[in-house]
Antibody, heavy 122, light 115 residues
Framework: EVHLAESGGGLVQPGGSLRLTCVAS????????MNWVRQAPGKGLEWLSY????????HYSDSVKGRFTISRDNARNSLYLQMNSLRAEDTAFYYC???????????????WGQGTLVTVSS | LPVLTQPPSASALLGASIKLTCTLS???????IEWYQQRPGRSPQYIMR???????IKGDGIPDRFMGSSSGADRYVTISNLQSDDEAEYYC?????????????FGTGTTVTVL
């Protein structure tokens, strides 16, 4: 059974940093592209970042480009999101999502984790 | 940026059918979209991919009650024999490349209420 488990969320002050982790199980992690998607409380979904199966192709949304860094460790079945210069508007649930397709771009998010809440506040 | 337009809400009686619409911006009217369901307090779940020709591919475990279709710039998911478990937010999503920049956009979502 496919399982994605995010961790690392919490309360952080504006301007601070946080690193999220998503641990995958139940499938061959190294064969799949992965994404980060967030959802502010009571709001809709926002795609943030994509990484190819080997980690060589990466894409970001304009809202996080230059502040967030996606990475992965296939030996540890883990996906990461390093978040720097955090702002109040970054407060959200953060989800990792597996990409079903292998197109070199975000396409089809077939499995999602349960999410981890990041709160940016002083 | 491309825009995916969804009505904010929709409702139907228990056991009836409901058809949800996702409208692509005109310049992306032939694009493929994905449908996602998010039940209250839960993470999103993948439903299906819908192409411009109306063909669709469902995700794992999605019941036969869910069907996809398409007309022009509109992409649909129809849920028949509506169940209380279908009460959820439904989002469509689209992948795109604009001026060499890759991105993904979600619609604003439709809240489905089962009466």
């Amino acid at each position: 059974e496919v399982h994605l488990a995010e961790s690392g969320g919490g309360l952080v002050q504006p301007g601070g940093s946080l690193r999220l982790t998503c641990v995958a199980s139940g499938f061959t992690f190294s064969s799949y592209e992965m994404n980060w998607v967030r959802q502010a409380p009571g709001k809709g979904l926002e795609w943030l970042s994509y990484i190819s199966s080997g980690g060589t192709t990466i894409h970001y949304s304009d809202s996080v480009k230059g502040r967030f860094t996606i990475s992965r460790d296939n030996a540890r079945n883990s996906l990461y999101l390093q978040m720097n210069s955090l702002r109040a508007e970054d407060t959200a649930f953060y989800y990792c999502a597996r990409d079903q397709n292998n197109y070199g771009s975000p396409q089809r998010f077939d499995y999602w984790g349960q999410g981890t809440l990041v709160t940016v506040s002083s | 940026l491309p825009v995916l337009t969804q009505p904010p809400s929709a409702s139907a009686l228990l056991g009836a059918s409901i058809k949800l619409t996702c409208t692509l911006s005109s310049e992306h009217s032939t694009y493929i979209i994905e449908w996602y369901q998010q039940r209250p307090g839960r993470s999103p779940q993948y439903i299906m991919r819908v192409k411009s020709d109306g063909s669709y591919i469902k995700g794992d475990g999605i019941p036969d009650r869910f069907m996809g279709s398409s007309s022009g710039a509109d992409r649909y998911v129809t849920i028949s024999n509506l169940q209380s478990d279908d009460e959820a937010e439904y989002y469509c999503g689209e992948s795109h490349t604009i001026d060499g920049q890759v991105g993904y956009v979600f619609g604003t979502g439709t809240t489905v209420t089962v009466l």
